[in-house]
């Protein structure tokens, strides 16, 4: 078994979407390619109504899907197909827009206000760019939440884990989106494997992620190696790439830690981008541009 070395770790960055939603974004835009599959991941926890209220009017996607999953407060939807709800605290919405949506997100707080959230945006293959759109819409009642022997918890919103297989299915990258919660004190090793790109995202409590660069690949007995260089502390809003490996640990703090830990396949593909369109390449981006002026954007179900 191999410990996954840390590649990165960054702090999320404020910025503004939407219609004027205060939001940080963990990564996104530039070059992903360590990401791949995945393209871009926003924190929405905000406690401060008129930093979100405004919300996401009317926009369209192409070539990706979105996951949303609520922690607290609610998101209403609804799109160019007629489609129509919102989900709230525990809740789930994967989208693929695939060949086009034209949508809106609105978020409204719980009864203090608070609007806590993520939204995840992954990659579709060439193959798959001009497919159907589609929703999967999960309540929180249908996310497997399974507790391992030491108390670590881990909801399974997509892929297997632990036994478990995530309501969300028929995702291209065949991704596995957990959420992970470690009791105090705790070290936890978790299997990721080899074939995929991960990382994590911290959102309650801090910990040590273990680098297995250096001296700590082979740990000497008897020295804790959270307690030695260079495992690194990951707090509230840090963002952990992970290179190549097998499997992830993580020493959590006094307060715990509270983590989104997610994989994917990469696709290896090319990537031409644009605002909410991702294509292969730049004629493909400009003709996707091209038809939202024209009005030929959203394009007719298959008859049958």
Sequence with gaps: MSIRPIKRLV???????????????????????????FLLLDDFRNDI??????????HPHRGIETITYVLAGTVEHG???GNRG???????????????????EMPKGDAVGRMHGFQLWANLPASLKMTAPRYQEVKAVEIPDVTDDDGTRARVVCGS?????GPVDGIAADPIYLDVTVPPGHRKTLPVETTRH???????????????????AVPTEGIGWADTSPPTEAENRSLILFDSGDEVTVQ?????????????????????????????????????????????FLKPAAPG
């Design 49 to 58: 109504p008129q930093d979100y209220l405004a919300g996401f009017p009317w």
């Design 161 to 165: 884990f632990w036994g478990k297989r």
């Design 79 to 81: 799109d160019s197909m």
């Design 198 to 216: 991960a990382f994590a995202y911290v959102f309650a409590g801090a910990g040590k992620f273990c680098n297995a660069s250096g001296p700590l």
């Design 11 to 37: 702090k999320a960055k404020p910025t503004l979407e939407g219609a004027g939603v205060h939001l940080r974004r963990a990564f996104g835009f530039g070059s992903t390619s360590d990401f791949d599959p």
């Design 252 to 296: 959590a703090g006094d307060e715990g830690i509270r983590f989104l830990l997610v994989s994917g396949k990469p696709l290896k593909e090319p990537v031409a981008w644009y605002g909410p369109i991702v294509m292969n390449t730049q004629a493909e981006l400009q003709q996707a541009y091209l038809e939202l002026s024209e009005g030929t």
């Design 86 to 104: 919102a989900i709230a605290a525990g809740d789930v919405q994967w989208m693929t827009a695939g060949r086009g949506i034209v949508h809106q």
